[in-house]
C-alpha cells in the first residue's frame, strides 16, 4: 500500500557544498528526511530508474535508509542497489553508480562532521556521471522544499540490510551487495597491487588508521587480506555510528595518535588516514606530515610512476584556496591547470569533459577519473605505489619535490562555531576594502593583487562567484572564506601561503616560515574583532 502523507515543509534545507547538512536531532525531527526526499525525487524524476544509496554508519542512517527505500518504491524506482548494512563509501558509491548506470545515488553522509545523537547528520545526492549534481540541481531541490507538503511512502517492512540479497516490493527490486569488492577490484585496474605488496614484504611498515568511519572494511580488504599488511597495522577500523567519540576528520589534530605514532616517535615508515565517508585522506612519514596541497602535488609529479596513468595526465585541477604547488607541477609536464571553487561538483564537471586525470583540494580531498568524487583510499594507494617504485622515504621524496619545484609553505586556520552574523560582516567589510588594499604594505610585504574569486566553467558555462577574497603580496598569498560544510554557526577558513624557490631553506616548520603571513592575516581582515577570537579553533 502507498500512503500520501501530509507534513508542514521545513523551510532550512538549504544544500551546501556536499549536500544538506544539520545536527543529527535536527535531521530527526518528525518527516524532516521524508519531505526533503520527496523533493529529490520530484526534481530527479526516478520512475523506472536504477538508484544507489549507502552511507557512512552513523547515528540514524538505518533508520533514513528504510524510509529512502520505501519511498523509492512508492515512486516507481525500478532498482535499487544498497551496499551491506547500509554502508558505502562516498567513492565507492560513485564507482556504483557508473558502473550500474544508475540515475542518481543518495549518499548519507556528513562527511568529516562528528556522529552520533549530538553530532551531525548529512545527505548528498549524486548525478549519473557519480559526482555530485550541478548547483542548478541543488537550487532546484531547495526551492520544492519550501513548498512540499506532503510525501509519498509504502507500507511495507523494513528490508534486511545485513546480509546480501534481492527483495522485491511492489515494481522496486531492492538489492543488498557487498559494497567493497567491486570498490577493491577498480583499484585493481589502476595499480601495481604485486609491486606494493613486496614494498610491504621487504619490510616497510605502515599504520592506517580509519578513525571508526566507514573505510574500516575497504581497508582491512584492501590493505591485510588483498596487501599483506598485518592486521596490527590498522587502527578503528570498525564503523561505528558516533565514530568512537572520534571527530573522523583525516588532520594532525583529530589523528593526532597517528601522527604522533608515525611522524613524533617514527613507529612505523608510513602513516595514512581516512576521514568518515571514505573520501578524504591523511599522509603521514616518519618525522613529518604532508600538507593536502604538497600531497597533492606530489601525486600528479610521480602519476607516471603508477600503471593507471603511464600515459599522462590530460590536465589537472585544484581549488582556489589550495596552495599554488601543483600550478608548478602542471607547468613542468606542459599541462594545464584548473583553478575552480571549493566543491567537488566543479572538478566532476572536468573530469567527465576530459580536460583533467588528477584533482585536490587544501581540505585533504585528492582524486582522478576513475570516479567522480574525491577518493581517501586512492590518494594512499599511489602514495604506497610511488614508494613502491621509488623505494625512498617520504621525507626525501618531498625533499626531491621541493628542490624540483619549490616549496608552498602552507597552513589553513579555521576559525569554527563563530557568530553567523559577524563573518559575513568581516567579508562584506574585507570585499569593501579591496580597492583600497593593491599598493599598500602589509608588514615587510606589498600588496599587488586582491580579487573575490570567481569561476566560469568551461564545461557548461555556469558562474559562481564570492568564492573567497585572496590578497597576494609578492610571495605569499591569504585567502578568506567561510565555509560550507559546517552545522552550527559559520567556520571561517583563513589559508596562509608563502613561496620558498628553488635553492631557498624548504625545512622550516610551516608555523614559523607563516608567522608574517598569519599576523598580516588577522589584522587586515580585523578577524579577532569579528570572531571575537584571538586564535583558530584548529590550525591544519
Not at 187 to 202: G, H, K, P, V, Y
Not at 256 to 269: E, I, P, S, T, Y
Not at 315 to 337: E, I, K
Request: net charge negative; glycine share 10%.
Amino acid at each position: 500500500m502507498i500512503l500520501s502523507v501530509d507534513a508542514r515543509p521545513y523551510l532550512d534545507q538549504t544544500l551546501g557544498t556536499s549536500g544538506l547538512r544539520k545536527p543529527t536531532g535536527h535531521a530527526m525531527q518528525p518527516h524532516y528526511v521524508a519531505l526533503f526526499m520527496q523533493a529529490v525525487f520530484a526534481e530527479i524524476d526516478v520512475a523506472g530508474a536504477t538508484l544507489v544509496v549507502g552511507g557512512d554508519g552513523r547515528f540514524f542512517n538505518d533508520e533514513a535508509i528504510q524510509t529512502i527505500l520505501k519511498m523509492a518504491v512508492a515512486h516507481k524506482v525500478g532498482h535499487v542497489v544498497v551496499g551491506r548494512g547500509g554502508l558505502l563509501s562516498t567513492p565507492a558509491a560513485s564507482a556504483l553508480i557508473r558502473a550500474r548506470r544508475a540515475k542518481a545515488g543518495i549518499i548519507l553522509s556528513a562527511s568529516h562532521n562528528p556522529g552520533g545523537p549530538d553530532g551531525d547528520f548529512g545527505i548528498k545526492i549524486n548525478a549519473a556521471h557519480g559526482g555530485p549534481i550541478p548547483i542548478a540541481v541543488s537550487d532546484a531541490i531547495h526551492r520544492r522544499t519550501r513548498t512540499t507538503a506532503h510525501y509519498a511512502i509504502a507500507d511495507m517492512p523494513d528490508i534486511a540490510l545485513d546480509r546480501d540479497g534481492r527483495h522485491q516490493a511492489g515494481g522496486c527490486l531492492i538489492e543488498v551487495i557487498d559494497g567493497v569488492a567491486d570498490y577493491v577490484a577498480l583499484l585493481e585496474t589502476l595499480f601495481d597491487f604485486e609491486r606494493i605488496a613486496d614494498l610491504f614484504r621487504s619490510g616497510f611498515t605502515m599504520r592506517f588508521d580509519a578513525m571508526h568511519a566507514v573505510t574500516g572494511p575497504y581497508a582491512t580488504a584492501l590493505f591485510q587480506h588483498r596487501l599483506g599488511l598485518p592486521a596490527a597495522s590498522l587502527m578503528n577500523q570498525v564503523p561505528l555510528p558516533d565514530f568512537g567519540g572520534l571527530h573522523p576528520d583525516p588532520n594532525p589534530h583529530h589523528a593526532a595518535g597517528l601522527v604522533d605514532f608515525v611522524a613524533a616517535r617514527a613507529q612505523a615508515d608510513f602513516g595514512a588516514a581516512s576521514d568518515g565517508d571514505g573520501d578524504r585522506n591523511l599522509i603521514v612519514g616518519r618525522g613529518l606530515v604532508v600538507s593536502p596541497s604538497d600531497s597533492l602535488a606530489v601525486i600528479a609529479a610521480n602519476a607516471h610512476l603508477v600503471p593507471g596513468y603511464r600515459g599522462g595526465l590530460a590536465g589537472v585541477a585544484r581549488s582556489m584556496p589550495t596552495s599554488r604547488a601543483l600550478d608548478r607541477v602542471a607547468a613542468s609536464l606542459g599541462v594545464s591547470c584548473h583553478v575552480t571553487p571549493t566543491g567537488w561538483k566543479f572538478f566532476a564537471s572536468l573530469l567527465e569533459a576530459g580536460l583533467i586525470t588528477i584533482c585536490g583540494e587544501e581540505s585533504a580531498g585528492t582524486g582522478s577519473n576513475h570516479v567522480r568524487e574525491k577518493d581517501g583510499l586512492w590518494a594512499v594507494m599511489m602514495w604506497l605505489n610511488i614508494l613502491a617504485e621509488r623505494r625512498q622515504p617520504v621525507s626525501e621524496i618531498l625533499r626531491d619535490h621541493w628542490q624540483a619545484h619549490g616549496r608552498d609553505y602552507y597552513q589553513r586556520l579555521d576559525f569554527e562555531e563563530v557568530d553567523a552574523a559577524a563573518a559575513e560582516e568581516l567579508m562584506e567589510t574585507l570585499r569593501r576594502r579591496m580597492p583600497r588594499l593593491p599598493g599598500e604594505l602589509a608588514g615587510r610585504l606589498t600588496v599587488t593583487d586582491v580579487n573575490d574569486f570567481a569561476y566560469d566553467d568551461p564545461v557548461d558555462g555556469s558562474t559562481a562567484t564570492k568564492q573567497g577574497v585572496q590578497i597576494i603580496a609578492d610571495e605569499a598569498r591569504i585567502v578568506y572564506r567561510l565555509s560550507g560544510t559546517g552545522t552550527r554557526g559559520a567556520t571561517l577558513r583563513v589559508y596562509l601561503e608563502r613561496f620558498a624557490p628553488r635553492g631557498a631553506d624548504h625545512h622550516r616548520q610551516p608555523a614559523e616560515a607563516l608567522a608574517e603571513v598569519q599576523a598580516i592575516a588577522m589584522q587586515v581582515a580585523d578577524v579577532t574583532r569579528f570572531t571575537g577570537r584571538a586564535g583558530p579553533s584548529v590550525i591544519s
